[in-house]
């Protein structure tokens, strides 16, 4: 990508010379748009680019947002919001679970990130500027949350099927009371098969309408990160997100799932375990029962 203009002599060798230079030709750009034109520009090499900016913004988020769960955990005040509140993690806990996310960061996740701009580029994302429209991406991120919830739901109620479950999605529930820092605390294989409604789900998207812009995707990434994150907080506030969106699943509903082992498969939204009935929790429990005796009821009649 060049975005210099073709009069400049000698080409700025720093980042903020390359930004400044790049502002003079380019005022239709906005100051996002021009700090990610000067980025790659500055690179030279879009595939480094884009490998250093996406596993830099997936450790900044995945951490950045575990931290708050942490320092939460250690205040008093909060332990009533906690749902299952007798289990507090403890600094070891966290600390055995962080050894092992990062391993896999650095193991599994670091080689497919760096292969995602080639990938990316052959199936037609865009990494240019200017970006799209917000509402263009926010209709993105809105498909693909639901999207990935539909995948998840079914490849994580397949993974509770015992060969699999003793063989690959065990190690996730290890942590029968979960906390932030847990959400990719799994094995591999997991990783790579979940993870495939996340990162997948966008390009088989970008393959179908020829329509993605890898801000878009890193975008989704984040709101996707935030949401497993807090799925796993293991708190439940009076002003948790379901009970604005009652359809949104979050730590409340995925917090069962961990203490059960049994239903509540999905990521994002309740609609899945609505449907196919695979609700957990005492309430659903009773509900089952009581639709259980209404039918045999029938039958005596
Ligand atoms: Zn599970
Ligand atoms: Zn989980």
Not at 78 to 94: C, L
Not at 229 to 237: K, L, Q, T, V, W
């Amino acid at each position: 990508m060049s975005f210099l203009s073709n009069a400049t002599l000698a080409a700025p060798e720093t980042y903020l010379g390359i930004y400044n230079e790049l502002s003079k030709y380019n005022v239709h750009l906005n100051v996002f748009e021009r700090l990610w034109a000067s980025w790659y520009q500055y690179m030279q090499n879009d595939v480094l680019a884009t490998g250093i900016m996406s596993f830099v913004m997936h450790e900044i988020v995945y951490f950045g947002r575990s931290i708050p769960w942490i320092i939460i955990d250690r205040i008093p005040y909060f332990n009533k919001y906690k749902i299952q509140n007798q289990k507090i993690p403890t600094a070891a806990e966290q600390w055995q679970c962080t050894k092992l996310v990062l391993l896999s960061h650095f193991t599994v996740e670091l080689p497919q990130i760096w292969l995602f701009h080639p990938m990316a580029k052959y199936c037609g994302m865009d990494t240019g500027v200017p970006f799209p429209s917000w509402q263009t991406m926010a209709f993105h991120i809105a498909v693909f949350f639901v999207l990935e919830d539909a995948w998840h739901y079914w490849i994580h109620r397949a993974m509770h099927w015992g060969p699999l479950y003793r063989s690959v999605h065990k190690i996730h529930h290890q942590y029968s009371a979960p906390f932030g820092l847990a959400a990719e605390y799994a094995s591999p294989i997991e990783v790579m098969v979940l993870g495939f409604g996340t990162a997948g789900v966008p390009i088989v998207w970008v393959l179908i309408t020829g329509q993605l812009h890898v801000l878009t995707m890193y975008l989704w990434i984040v709101f996707r990160l935030f949401q497993a994150i807090d799925a796993h907080s293991g708190y439940e506030f009076p002003w948790s997100l379901h009970h604005f969106l009652p359809f949104w699943a979050g730590a409340d509903h995925h917090d069962t799932h961990h203490e059960r082992f049994i239903g509540n498969y999905a990521s994002s939204f309740r609609w899945w375990d609505y449907v196919m009935d695979t609700e957990s929790g005492p309430e659903a429990a009773k509900k089952r029962r009581e639709r259980k005796l209404a039918k045999e009821g029938k039958k005596v009649e």
